[in-house]
């Protein structure tokens, strides 16, 4: 630990890494300084500490210079009253220096008198002149320090109005949401160097050399989505005879299983996951998923957590969630997982995930015959006429100038589209009849009007 070190802590409030400095005259060497800066690390005088969001990088450093990191016993909301308490002082400080000058400019006008003008060559011209310099630069004056007060008292309630939309429920939740992004592309990372792996070790088993050349001079310089397929260079080095295609092999598997054994990608998983942790603590507990368990859910919940590809089928009684690549450490070991329902309900309900409520289901599409129907299109009520057209004659037509659309009652929808006869965006629209689809009864609805009679009731 180093001698001029108190503390070093992290708080989950903010995300933040702090080094505290003990309270001294002396000062840190200046190649351990360059490093504190370095790695991103701001001078905070008056808390006398350096600050930094984490990472892993800055953490492995303040490990090295305070010998461990310890939990923030000051809360975000605390820190922000003590700044807003320091913001208001100077506010203070700045409103009393406008009034001193303030008083100040009563005094010298009471002095030069009531409009009295400078008597030019009078004794009493060169005081007169300079008292009325003074009168202006104390008003000048004046009017800055009130503006500052001003400034320094919008500042401090900001700081706390900030320190309470931190804690904001909504952000909080639009903050989960960030974290299991980052927590995905984490994953994303892992998952590509894996299914590497497996390309090119599937690579070192063809037998024909010309279709292992082949493959290999492909793949070397490909990249995916996720990355590159190779190490830099390899394309190039290979197509030029520099490297063999076993050496491209050996390589390219070299790098990406020293990939998957870098301890940093790990270390930034582990930390997301104890951000996410705290974050849902903080929000509240999450309810337990009680509705019938499908496949669906299941893979939807994998997915969100960064599983490659999940599969999921039911097999005497477990659910069986399997990926290509292994899943996350957090969800299992391996390529898969089999649980019971109630074990998949008690997994989702500690990863914090809430199965979304199903969406409404569309109104049903009607086909049945009448005079003319109301329907919402474009935000506005219109009233159509029917015409009979064949399913053929319905899929001829331009697909801007035809679709679905609801009812005015809501219940259900209607085919409409532009007469087919006519051309251009002035054709008139029609409710569409399909004669060679199954017909339905007509609805109950007083926005049918029926062939020879009045609107249905």
């Not at 129907?373 to 053929?392: G, M």
């Amino acid at each position: 630990m180093h001698h001029l070190v108190e503390k070093a802590t992290y708080s989950p409030e903010d995300n933040k890494l702090r080094l505290y400095v003990i309270d001294s005259e002396e000062r840190f060497e200046q190649e351990v300084y360059e490093r504190i800066r370095q790695f991103g690390f701001q001078w905070a005088p008056i808390q006398r500490l350096f600050v930094a969001h984490w990472s892993v990088g800055r953490e492995d450093l303040l490990v090295e210079l305070a010998g461990q990191i310890v939990g923030d016993d000051i809360t975000m909301v605390e820190r922000a009253e003590a700044k807003a308490e320091r913001l208001l002082h100077l506010s203070d400080k700045r409103e009393n220096e406008a009034s001193a000058l303030q008083l100040a400019t009563s005094r010298l006008s009471s002095t030069l008198g009531s409009g009295q003008p400078i008597l030019v060559g009078h004794h009493s011209e060169r005081r007169m002149r300079k008292a009325q310099d003074q009168l202006e630069r104390n008003q000048e004056l004046a009017l800055e320090k009130a503006s500052q007060s001003e400034y320094w008292n919008y500042r401090a309630q900001g700081v706390v109005n900030h320190a309470n939309f931190k804690s904001d429920s909504g952000l909080r939740l639009r903050r989960i949401e960030t974290l299991l992004t980052d927590l995905r592309k984490e994953q994303r990372y892992l998952n590509h160097a894996y299914a590497m792996i497996q390309l090119w070790n599937k690579f070192a088993k063809i037998e024909d050399a010309d279709v292992k050349a082949a493959k290999v001079t492909y793949f070397s310089g490909a990249h995916f989505k996720e990355g590159r397929a190779s190490y830099d260079g390899a394309w190039r080095a290979l197509n030029d005879g520099n490297v063999s295609v076993e050496e491209v092999i050996e390589k390219s598997i070299a790098l990406f299983e020293r990939a998957l054994a870098d301890n940093t990608t790990k270390r930034r998983i582990i930390h997301l996951l104890n951000r996410l942790d705290y974050e849902r603590y903080m929000l509240g507990p999450v309810h337990r998923f009680e509705g019938k368990l499908t496949a669906t859910i299941i893979k939807t919940f994998a997915r969100k957590h960064g599983t490659d590809s999940p599969e999921c089928k039911k097999v005497d009684g477990q659910w069986t969630l399997s990926s290509s690549c292994p899943l996350p450490v957090h969800l299992g070991d391996g390529l898969s997982l089999s649980l019971t329902d109630d074990d998949w309900r008690d997994l989702m309900c500690e990863s914090g995930y809430s199965v979304p409520a199903p969406k409404p289901k569309a109104a049903p599409i009607l086909n049945f015959k009448a005079e003319s129907i109301r329907v919402k299109q474009w935000s506005s009520i219109h009233t159509y006429r029917q015409i009979e057209l064949t399913k053929a004659e319905y899929a001829n037509i331009y697909s801007d100038y035809r679709g679905c659309v609801y009812s005015e009652c809501g219940t259900f929808r209607v085919k409409v589209c532009r007469d087919p006869k006519a051309k251009g965006f002035s054709a008139e629209w029609f409710c569409v009849l399909l004669t060679d689809s199954k017909q339905h009864e007509v609805p109950e609805s007083n926005c049918v009007v029926v062939t020879g009679s009045q609107e249905v009731a």
